[in-house]
Each structure stands twice: as structure tokens, then as C-alpha cells.
Nanobody
């Protein structure tokens, strides 16, 4: 079993930046694919970004491409999401997740963190 714990959320003004972290514990964090999702109130959970095991392949939703950067440090079993030029519409609970296949579908992810709140004020 793998446990994922997100941190780094908070309140920031529009145009600001936050860096989210997702630390894995339990079994070795061997899932080759890690992703970030977000869920705003009364909306479905949506894909944000994902990264391959070696970090040589990254994937982004069009709404965040160019503003967000996903990265990982396997030695620390940690995945990061650097978020720049934040907008009020980025406000949501952000979740990290892990899986063994290349996918943007939330249903394909096997492990999930508890989420961290990101609030962007205008």
C-alpha cells in the first residue's frame, strides 16, 4: 500500500505562485506514473498534470499549460506541482495520485492523497 500526502496549498492573490508537494510513504513509490488532479466545489475532479517515472514525459491540461510545471524526485519519493500566474479559476482542492499506466483518467489511478486546498483571490 502507498500513502500519498499533499502539502503546500494555501491562499494566494491572482498572479501569485504556489508549489505543491506530494510525499509517498509505505511501499516503495514504484508507480511509474504520477498525476495531479483538482476539484472545485460542485464540479467533477479534473486532470491537471502527469509525469512519467523518469520525468522525461510530462502531460498538462490546456488550462494550465505554460503556467504549471510538474516534476518528481524519486530519491525523495516526492512529486511537485509548481503553479505560477495563478488565476481565481484555479481555486480547488488539489490531489496527487499514482498509477501504472499512462493516463489522464482519474478512474485509472490506484492511489490518492487526501488533497490540499488552493484558493486564489482576485
Amino acid at each position: 500500500q502507498v500513502q500519498l500526502v499533499e502539502s503546500g496549498g494555501g491562499l494566494v492573490q491572482a498572479g501569485g505562485s504556489l508549489r505543491l508537494s506530494c510525499a509517498a510513504s509505505g511501499r516503495t513509490f514504484s508507480s511509474p506514473f504520477a498525476g495531479w488532479f483538482r476539484q472545485a466545489p460542485e464540479k467533477e475532479r479534473e486532470f491537471v498534470a502527469a509525469i512519467s517515472w523518469r520525468g522525461d514525459a510530462t502531460y498538462y491540461d490546456s488550462s494550465v499549460k505554460g503556467r504549471f510545471t510538474i516534476s518528481r524526485d524519486n530519491a525523495k519519493s516526492t512529486v511537485y506541482l509548481q503553479m505560477n500566474n495563478l488565476k481565481p479559476e484555479d481555486t480547488a482542492v488539489y490531489y496527487c495520485a499514482a498509477t501504472w499506466i499512462v493516463t489522464r483518467k482519474a478512474a485509472d489511478y490506484n492511489y490518492w492523497g487526501q488533497g490540499t486546498q488552493v484558493t486564489v483571490s482576485s
